[in-house]
């Protein structure tokens, strides 16, 4: 299956001179994305599968009636109308995949798709979905080259035909992002992944920084002092094209570090090793065009004067601003953080992310544990709560990919 992640324009969020942005609603009555995960079957057996996707559809999939119901639902909220990506597995293993999106599209929600690097993914098929009313598509692609991101996806052919896919979704006017998942095995790939995205050209590079859980516990996750590195890192991308984290909210953190002066410094080699592998793609962007935008630094005799990144991270997550839908109909917060709150079967999605009590107390900032509560950055950024989970089975404890020390001591646990 491929993340779960697709580009999130700005209509909803409020203009300000910080690095990140805000929504102008309130995010505890309404979704600002909702994630859908319409079916788990895929053709790909990728080593991280949040889904642990199979090649066949569940019986219990939730039917066209049952979908196009939470769309009404969705619909009815009023603008500003949540954006809905379709994700998997692989959405174009369903057959109604192009009513499901015009469906959606005619009562004015913002529908986007999540198709796996599979035969499905031809131009025949993505030109369907575009008629369909469909704005954005996601690919992921995990490596530099046909070997390395073949070996993490475990199917022979699945580069060369995500990145055609990629290139024929350009070219059919889609809105382009594409993700890729950072582990141990894949971190070294980021600098030659980033010259690919920025040749194809895509709109929106997403880094996914892996939750262990489904068969993503088989991968080897970055140290918490690692991730950061590569936030630096992806910062120092963000002067060039529009780049986003995933499930490492610490990025909105870095942003604002970086921008305030020194203050946020490299602490492993790998920093060093991911920036000598850019230094000509930085420069290229004070010419101007990585990803297919205009570059927002200047850079001259090595010297750089940032003027903000070229698309700054809006401040949402698992369960704030953002709800999930299982292929069973389940809700949850986040594909990666796996506690049902309800089921679009039994109940309406909006009232479901509206009262359940598990998303009240996500979006409640001050209840959060260890170095999360009291952590100056609470409020923006608030550390993964799927990684929180994964990690202590509690999804209010710290983060444990982050390495920020506040200011304030978290308090001591009695013993
Ligand atoms: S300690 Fe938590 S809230 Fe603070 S920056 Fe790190 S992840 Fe974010």
Redesign the pocket.
């Known amino acids: 299956m491929v993340s779960t992640d697709l580009p999130v324009a700005a209509p909803s969020a409020v203009p300000n001179s910080a690095p990140y942005r805000q929504l102008h609603f309130d995010r505890g009555a309404r979704p600002f994305l909702v994630l859908w995960e319409l079916t788990r079957a895929c053709d790909l057996a990728c080593i991280h599968c949040r889904a642990e996707s199979r090649s066949w559809r569940d019986p219990d999939e939730l039917s066209t009636p049952e979908i196009t119901n939470v769309l009404n639902d969705l619909a009815a909220l009023g603008a500003p109308r949540p954006i809905v990506v379709l994700t998997g597995g692989d959405p174009f293993k369903r057959p109604d995949l192009s009513d499901i999106i015009s469906y959606g599209t005619k009562l004015s929600l913002r529908m986007a798709v999540s198709p796996s690097g599979t035969p499905l993914a031809t131009r025949k098929n993505l030109a369907e979905l575009r008629l369909a009313g469909a704005t954005a598509v996601s690919f992921s692609i995990d490596g530099a080259s046909a070997e390395s991101h073949d070996s993490f996806r475990r199917v022979p052919g699945s580069f060369d035909l995500t990145v055609n896919a990629c290139r024929e979704a350009v070219d059919l006017g889609f809105h382009l992002q594409v993700n890729t998942t950072v582990t141990s095995e894949t971190v070294d790939q980021l600098p030659g992944i980033l010259r690919l995205v920025g040749s194809i050209p895509a709109g929106l590079w997403s880094l996914f920084f892996i939750v262990p859980t489904g068969r993503g516990r088989l991968l080897t996750p970055l140290s918490a002092e690692q991730v950061e590195d590569v936030l630096l890192f992806l910062a120092e991308v963000s002067d060039v094209m529009p780049v986003k984290s995933t499930e490492a909210?610490?990025f909105r953190?870095i942003l604002v570090q970086r921008e305030a002066g020194p203050g946020v410094a490299p602490t492993t080699s790998l920093y060093s090793r991911l920036m000598e592998g850019i230094g000509d793609v930085l420069l290229a962007g004070n010419h101007g065009n990585v990803g297919g935008r205009n570059s927002t630094t200047s850079r001259s005799s090595g010297a750089s004067v940032r003027s903000g990144p070229a698309r700054r991270p809006l401040v949402v997550g698992d369960g704030y601003g953002v709800v999930f839908i299982s292929h069973t109909g389940e809700v949850l917060p986040s594909g990666f953080l796996p506690m049902v709150v309800g089921n679009v079967r039994d109940s309406s999605i909006v009232n479901i992310y509206r009262e359940s009590e598990l998303l009240n107390m996500l979006r409640s900032?001050y209840l959060?544990g260890g170095?999360?509560g009291v952590?100056?950055?609470?409020d923006i950024?608030?550390?993964?709560r799927a990684q929180a989970f994964a990690a202590y089975g509690d999804p209010l404890a710290?983060?444990p990919?982050?390495s920020?020390q506040?200011v304030t001591d978290p308090p001591a646990i009695a013993s």
Do not use: H, T, V
Not at 381 to 384: D, F, R
């Open positions: 909210p610490q953190r900032p959060y170095r999360c952590c100056e950055y609470r950024c608030g550390g993964s710290e983060d990919n982050c920020f506040p």
